[in-house]
């Protein structure tokens, strides 16, 4: 079974940065596109960025471009979202998804047709 493990979430002040981290198993990376989301309380869920399975192309939402930058380490099993200027609007619980090449895309920010997600890392900013 697949498992995605996300990590690096915490509490940070406006301006402050996070780097986190999405490790995942039971698969092989480079046959996957990668997401991440988030999602506010009351909010509907938000597609951050989305990598192809290469890392050759990258996809932000409007609200976090040029703040945010998504990597991936085929060789490490992980993807990377560093996260910089942070800003209280961030504040949510972080998801990274994952779906095969063959069928999944990125739409903009959003990864479509991803098969499987992490349990998520809350992201906290304080202003």
């Known amino acids: 079974q697949v498992r995605l493990v996300e990590t690096g979430g915490g509490r940070v002040e406006r301006g402050g940065s996070l780097r986190l981290s999405c490790t995942v198993s039971?698969?092989?990376?480079?046959?996957?596109?990668m997401g991440w989301f988030r999602q506010a309380p009351g909010q509907e869920r938000e597609g951050v960025s989305c990598i192809n399975w290469s890392g050759g192309s990258a996809e932000f939402a409007d609200s976090v471009k040029g703040r945010f930058i998504i990597s991936r380490d085929n060789a490490k099993n992980t993807v990377y979202l560093q996260m910089n200027s942070l800003e209280p609007e961030d504040t949510a619980m972080y998801y990274c998804?994952?779906?095969?090449?063959?069928?999944?895309?990125?739409?903009?920010?959003?990864?479509?047709?991803?098969?499987?997600w992490g349990q998520g890392t809350q992201v906290t900013v304080s202003s």
């Open positions: 998804a994952a779906g095969a090449a063959r069928y999944a895309y990125c739409s903009g920010s959003v990864l479509r047709r991803f098969a499987s």
């Open positions: 039971r698969l092989t990376l480079d046959d996957y596109a």
